[in-house]
């Protein structure tokens, strides 16, 4: 874990209470990186999916994952207090917790994905990564034998409990999902379930503060996930953007919609039929943004690999810890750790 003074030296939000007029250099991205806030791109055509009528579904997510890699659910199933109490307890930690209180929850920045509230990312030389503007709170939930809710704050007081009902909601959904995405293609509903293994879930929420420059930062760099499937949900701020056809889509905040990525190792299992989504997040200068994603993954140990059914594969088998660690030392640069394994 980290000491008091070195994870609080790094938080986002402490440079803006400082008021600082310019970003410091750590965070200002290099030239061709940094967005073009006077010329975003409406993300308005991403599909949106009913999945109370089951049968269109699943047609419209198979094109959903074919053409974007990204689609909204609604009538999803997961009840719309849940995804409005997770939000409002996610704001509640970042802007009414004391530091200090924070702190106690620090997450441990020299090993990937620790559990707790950081900001740092990735794991490469201090000087050499350009940070993202944006602390978390990282939570651990399935398997259950991960899940323990001492490690997440106690304020308020249903926190514990409601992210452990958010987590449950959400990995019934996701699993779901793998199941209309596997039929989409013609295959057992199991089959990238069973390709998959054990779920392994953690719920991060991100905090992104408003940014003196956000012409300069980004608040999430570009890339797609790693895992299997990730479900999202955000705040009315809006700054998530899904690249498509050589350009950057906002992707429209909707209340009660959860938002699907496809992630990489669903790539892998359906051969390169479903893409996953290459995304990131831009800062504002005004108005602090909260996201919530719910990264369903494979166990380290899993051996990823095409499906038998969608042969000859285009990509070669991975043990999906090695994935891992190639992701957080190289860091992601859009999809380069996934094209690397193209036969």
């Given at each position: 874990?980290?000491?008091?003074?070195?994870?609080?030296?790094?938080?986002?939000?402490?440079?803006?209470?400082?008021?600082?007029?310019?970003?410091?250099?750590?965070?200002?991205?290099?030239?061709?990186?940094?967005?073009?806030?006077?010329?975003?791109?409406?993300?308005?055509?991403?599909?949106?999916?009913?999945l109370s009528s089951s049968d269109s579904a699943k047609e419209?997510?198979?094109?959903?994952?074919?053409?974007?890699?990204?689609?909204?659910?609604?009538?999803?199933?997961?009840?719309?207090?849940?995804?409005?109490?997770?939000?409002?307890?996610?704001?509640?930690?970042?802007?009414?917790?004391?530091?200090?209180d924070k702190l106690r929850y620090a997450c441990d920045s020299?090993?990937?994905?620790?559990?707790?509230?950081?900001?740092?990312?990735?794991?490469?030389?201090?000087?050499?990564?350009?940070?993202?503007?944006?602390?978390?709170?990282?939570?651990?939930?399935?398997?259950?034998?991960?899940?323990?809710?001492?490690?997440?704050?106690?304020?308020?007081?249903?926190?514990?409990?409601?992210?452990?009902?958010?987590?449950?909601?959400?990995?019934?959904?996701?699993?779901?999902?793998?199941?209309?995405?596997?039929?989409?293609?013609?295959?057992?509903?199991?089959?990238?379930?069973?390709?998959?293994?054990?779920?392994?879930?953690?719920?991060?929420?991100?905090?992104?503060?408003?940014?003196?420059?956000?012409?300069?930062?980004?608040?999430?760099?570009?890339?797609?996930?790693?895992?299997?499937?990730?479900?999202?949900?955000?705040?009315?701020?809006?700054?998530?953007?899904?690249?498509?056809?050589?350009?950057?889509?906002?992707?429209?905040?909707?209340?009660?919609?959860?938002?699907?990525?496809?992630?990489?190792?669903?790539?892998?299992?359906?051969?390169?039929?479903?893409?996953?989504?290459?995304?990131?997040?831009?800062?504002?200068?005004?108005r602090a943004r909260l996201s919530v994603a719910t990264f369903?993954?494979?166990?380290?140990?899993?051996?990823?690999?095409?499906?038998?059914?969608?042969?000859?594969?285009?990509?070669?088998?991975?043990?999906?810890?090695?994935?891992?660690?190639?992701?957080?030392?190289?860091?992601?640069?859009?999809?380069?750790?996934?094209?690397?394994?193209?036969?």
């Open positions: 874990m980290e000491t008091a003074a070195a994870s609080s030296s790094s938080r986002v939000e402490l440079i803006v209470k400082g008021n600082l007029p310019e970003v410091p250099c750590q965070y200002i991205q290099p030239p061709e990186a940094r967005p073009n806030l006077h010329n975003s791109v409406d993300g308005a055509s991403i599909p949106t999916v009913d419209a997510i198979g094109d959903a994952c074919r053409n974007w890699g990204a689609f909204h659910v609604i009538n999803h199933g997961v009840p719309i207090h849940l995804l409005d109490r997770m939000r409002s307890l996610g704001l509640s930690f970042f802007r009414d917790s004391p530091m200090e020299t090993s990937a994905a620790s559990e707790g509230y950081g900001s740092r990312m990735l794991l490469g030389a201090k000087d050499d990564v350009v940070l993202d503007w944006r602390d978390y709170f990282d939570h651990h939930t399935f398997p259950l034998s991960r899940r323990n809710p001492s490690r997440w704050p106690i304020h308020p007081p249903d926190y514990r409990q409601v992210v452990g009902g958010y987590g449950d909601e959400m990995k019934k959904l996701a699993q779901k999902l793998l199941g209309v995405i596997s039929e989409s293609l013609g295959l057992p509903c199991s089959s990238i379930e069973e390709a998959v293994g054990e779920i392994y879930q953690n719920i991060t929420v991100s905090y992104y503060p408003p940014c003196p420059q956000p012409e300069l930062t980004l608040g999430l760099q570009s890339h797609s996930d790693m895992g299997a499937i990730t479900l999202l949900i955000q705040d009315d701020v809006g700054g998530l953007q899904l690249y498509k056809d050589d350009q950057w889509l906002t992707v429209p905040p909707i209340s009660d919609a959860i938002l699907v990525l496809v992630a990489d190792q669903t790539e892998i299992i359906t051969n390169g039929i479903y893409k996953s989504a290459q995304h990131r997040a831009v800062t504002n200068a005004n369903h993954d494979p166990s380290k140990t899993a051996r990823i690999a095409p499906v038998s059914q969608l042969s000859p594969p285009s990509y070669k088998e991975v043990v999906y810890g090695q994935y891992v660690s190639s992701w957080y030392s190289k860091g992601p640069e859009g999809k380069r750790n996934l094209d690397a394994l193209l036969c």
